[in-house]
C-alpha cells in the first residue's frame, strides 16, 4: 500500500504527463498538416515545442518513477510501476490512460516518419532526374544487377 503523499505525488505526476502527451499529440499532428503541405518554415516552431514536451515528460516520468526506487533505466521500468500501483484502481486509471495517449504519439510520430520519408525519396527522384538534365550526353542506364551507369548518349545506344 502506498503512503498517501506518494500517491498524491504519482497520481499529480501522470495527471500532468496525461497532459503534456495529449499537447504533444496535437503538435505531432500539427507537424502531419505541415509535412503534407510542405510548409517547412512552419516546422521549426513545432519541433523546438515538441522536443520541450518530450523533455518535460521524461523529467515528470523519471520524478514519478524515483519516488518509488525506480530507475528509468531499467528495461522493466513499467512493469515495476505497474506493480507498484497494481492496488490502487485510480492510479492505474490513470496509467492506462496514460499509456493510450502515449500509443497514439507513437503511432503518430511513426506516420510523420514515414512522411519525411518518402518525401525524401522523391527530392531524391526529382535530384536525380534534375542531375541528368545537366548531362544531356549521358543517359542512367541499368545493368541486369540493377546497377545505375553512366551511358553516352549516341545514335546506336539510343537504336539500342
Not at 496525461?18 to 496535437?26: C, G, P
Not at 510501476?81 to 492496488?87: C, L, P, S
Not at 519525411?116 to 548531362?135: A, Y
Amino acid at each position: 500500500m502506498l503512503e498517501t503523499n506518494i500517491k498524491e505525488f504519482i497520481m499529480t505526476a501522470m495527471n500532468h504527463e496525461i497532459q503534456l502527451a495529449q499537447t504533444l499529440f496535437e503538435q505531432l499532428s500539427s507537424e502531419q498538416t505541415l509535412l503534407e503541405k510542405q510548409a517547412v518554415d512552419n516546422l521549426d516552431s513545432v519541433l523546438k515545442q515538441k522536443a520541450k514536451l518530450l523533455d518535460e515528460l521524461e523529467k515528470s516520468s523519471t520524478q514519478r518513477l524515483g519516488v518509488l526506487g525506480i530507475k528509468p533505466l531499467l528495461r522493466n521500468h513499467n512493469q515495476l510501476f505497474e506493480q507498484q500501483i497494481a492496488h490502487d484502481q485510480g492510479l492505474v486509471a490513470l496509467w492506462k490512460k496514460l499509456a493510450e495517449i502515449m500509443f497514439k504519439c507513437r503511432t503518430q510520430n511513426e506516420i510523420n516518419g514515414r512522411i519525411i520519408e518518402l518525401s525524401q525519396k522523391s527530392l531524391d527522384r526529382t535530384l536525380n532526374i534534375f542531375k541528368q538534365s545537366l548531362r544531356p550526353n549521358n543517359l542512367t542506364t541499368y545493368s541486369a544487377r540493377g546497377k545505375a551507369m553512366q551511358t553516352p548518349m549516341t545514335i546506336a545506344s539510343a537504336k539500342a
